[in-house]
């Protein structure tokens, strides 16, 4: 390595804080220490619609809990600024008319209808879906007056027709596409904003970044990554793609089957250092094979030699076995420090107190009254489930409560009101009184029949438990013989 490393990670802020993230980062993190070089972090938010300051602060927050530190970014500053994409449209602006000029890109002037007549044409002729290069083929001088006269455009990349594209992967080794497979990418959207793939590819020229860490599922795009480069004449980064996070069944890891907020894991009471440990564990050994380990430990030992691609499983069960073991070698006085900061901070039990008092006579009885609110793996009643919903087989209600899992899991806003409305047109579309499917959705969520107001509490166990916990619902549901 002729000069130190300068890796970044570049999370989107549109949603909660993904372990997926957490991943990554560490890993990019591991790999800078290790080596004496800069770890960066780089906020993409050309999403203008999904994008939000209250995402980005959850990012940053929940990644600083975890204990990872950057040198550069949009919090703590640095010499190659702005750290938002936001904040760098001209930027893009100018290298796209860079490739405009050097027919490495032409404007694609085709409205939404026009694409979409395009992909119903190759989805009957059973042929490949991507751009057909329509307007690939204008000549030269009415594309810049269409231009010119202000007519809504997108710039696409002009991918090579013929031959491969082939680069060279940390981990796999010699890699190749062939470039009639490779659609003609849009680099930079009708409002201006760039895709990721122009934004990544400038920013981590002009940010200096030597090897480009960042999962597996970018490196069908590398090909395109790479006509860049050498389309703006610069020698490309090392190319490092990580293993995908893997659910049990070996499916993408996904909020669908597998809580994938930090902030779950930080509610239930995961502790930072664990989560930290078992990340590392998830696709490199230890050189004496050990799995309880510090993160300097991980640093001191780290090296791409020593990860597989075999996908690594996010099983929760062995992340709670690691949380346990930590807990029962913890100094009983920092133990009873980490309970009150986490499940009994303040601002827990503040959220909490308006939905229990009414049911609560003494102080005493408030942990009783309240533990479903923040268990990671709560038992599912499944016969109580069947039980809930006279004249339904557990099948119908397995039906039912799947609908109900999709419904609140994708709900655009997960608050009281919205999820109500939620929930009643669901139960009107199923047929279903919403008095027993809002029943049925209590019992998987709360493992009780009497609670505080449903959507309420469903609010304050959120999103990734509750998905987390109708699922398992469903799949108990689905063993039970009718």
């Known amino acids: 390595m002729t000069q130190p490393p300068r890796v970044r990670i570049a999370p989107s802020p549109t949603g909660d804080p993904h372990v997926g993230t957490a991943y990554v980062g560490l890993i990019n993190y591991a790999f800078a220490r290790r080596n004496g070089g800069r770890f960066i972090l780089r906020i993409e938010d050309t999403d203008r ?145 760039p895709t990721y793939h122009l934004a990544n590819v400038v920013d981590d020229h002009l940010m200096g970044i030597t090897h480009v860490i960042r999962a597996e599922e970018w490196l069908n795009s590398t090909p395109k990554h790479v006509v860049l480069y050498r389309a703006f004449g610069w020698d490309p980064p ?14 993408k890891i996904s909020k669908r089957k597998n809580p994938v907020s930090l902030d779950f894991y930080r509610r239930v009471g995961i502790l930072p250092e664990v989560l930290l440990n078992f990340l590392a564990l998830l696709g490199h050994s230890m050189p004496d094979e050990r799995e309880v380990f510090t993160l300097d430990d991980f640093v001191r030992e780290f090296s ?26 913890m100094d009983p006085r920092d133990l009873a420090r980490r309970i009150r900061d986490t499940v009994f901070s303040i601002e827990n039990i503040e959220a909490l107190v308006p939905l229990i008092r009414e049911r609560v006579d003494a102080l005493g009885e408030f942990p009783e009254k309240t533990w479903y609110f923040t268990h990671p793996k709560m038992p599912v009643p499944a016969q109580e489930l069947a039980g809930a919903v006279q004249g339904r087989a557990p099948k119908e209600a397995a039906k039912a409560l799947k ?35 809002f029943m049925l959705v209590r019992i998987a969520a709360t493992g009780r029949k009497a609670t505080p107001p449903l959507f309420d509490t469903l609010v304050a166990i959120g999103r990734p438990a509750v998905a987390q916990r109708l699922r398992a619902a469903v799949e108990a549901l689905g063993r039970l013989k009718e």
């Open 49 to 193: 619609e999904r994008s939000s300051a209250a995402s980005e602060a959850a990012i940053l927050d929940a990644l600083h809990w975890l204990g990872l530190s950057w040198d550069e970014g949009p919090d703590v500053g640095g010499p190659c600024g702005p750290y938002r994409q936001s904040e760098r449209s001209e930027i893009y602006r100018e290298h796209a008319r860079i490739l405009l000029e050097r027919g490495a890109a032409y404007p694609c002037f085709c409205t939404p209808a026009q694409l979409a007549a395009i992909r119903e044409r190759q989805r009957a002729a059973k042929q490949n879906k991507g751009y057909d290069g329509t307007c690939r083929r204008l000549p030269p001088d009415e594309a810049r007056r269409r231009m010119e006269s202000g007519e809504p455009h997108t710039i696409r990349l002009a991918m090579p027709l013929e031959g491969e594209t082939a680069f060279q992967d940390h981990l796999r080794g010699d890699v190749s596409y062939a470039n009639d497979q490779m659609d003609d990418q849009v680099l930079l959207k009708s409002d201006g904003f």
């Open 238 to 251: 090392v190319f490092v793609h990580l293993p995908l996070l893997r659910n049990a069944d070996r499916s």
């Open 304 to 329: 791409f030699e020593r990860m597989h691609l075999g996908g690594p499983v996010f099983d929760l069960d062995k992340l709670l076995w690691l949380n346990g073991h930590y807990v029962r070698a």
């Open 403 to 437: 609908a109900a899992h999709e419904a609140l899991n994708e709900a655009p806003s997960f608050d009281a009101e919205a999820l109500e409305v939620r929930m009643r047109d669901l139960a009107a579309s199923l047929s279903w009184k919403p008095g027993d499917l």
